[in-house]
């Protein structure tokens, strides 16, 4: 059983150049706390909700500028993106994905097909496929 089943396809991504207002945003209409970093369709990092809050200075939320713009609109992702994050190819078992995520000490895997984004693999995935394995019925029906 391969992670396509189990990955969220067509995630919401970022650019490097984006901003940090931008990538907030897009976490908190897609309720996800993860977006891969894609520049001229290729993979170059993963920001998380925990990178802009560990690396955001403490009163950005409220500080302006003097024309002001929010300091979240002039910060970018890049300088707060992991770099080299994770990936497994789209044929890699469930198995050796939650082996992958274990030994990289990380919350999910990028999912490459061809060198191209096609999904992300959280251990909230990981779990549905362990909780489906030991069930007649798909734990959640809405993955396509």
């Known amino acids: 059983m391969d992670v396509r089943r189990y990955m969220t396809?067509?995630?919401?991504?970022?650019?490097?150049?984006?901003?940090i207002r931008k990538a907030r945003l897009l976490m908190r209409q897609g309720h996800v706390r993860?977006?891969?970093v894609v520049e001229d369709r290729r993979?170059?990092?993963i920001v998380t909700d925990r990178d802009i809050w560990e690396r955001s200075?403490?009163?950005?939320s409220e500080q302006q500028d003097t024309d002001g713009s929010d300091l979240a609109d002039h910060l970018r992702?890049?300088?707060m993106m992991t770099l080299r994050p994770v990936t497994i190819p789209v044929t890699t078992s469930v198995v050796e994905a939650a082996r992958?995520?274990?030994?990289s000490?990380?919350?999910?895997?990028?999912?490459?097909?061809?060198g191209a984004l096609v999904g992300i693999l959280t251990k909230s995935d990981l779990i549905d496929a362990l909780l489906e394995g030991y069930s007649a019925a798909p734990v959640n029906a809405s993955r396509s």
Do not use: K
């Not at 396809?9 to 901003?19: E, H, L, M, Q, T």
């Not at 200075?57 to 950005?60: F, L, M, R, V």
């Open 100 to 103: 992958r995520m274990r030994e």
């Open 9 to 19: 396809r067509n995630p919401v991504i970022v650019g490097p150049n984006d901003s």
């Open 77 to 79: 992702v890049m300088g």
């Open 34 to 36: 993860r977006l891969p």
């Open 105 to 114: 000490r990380v919350g999910s895997l990028l999912v490459l097909e061809e």
């Open 43 to 45: 993979v170059v990092g």
């Open 57 to 60: 200075p403490a009163t950005s």
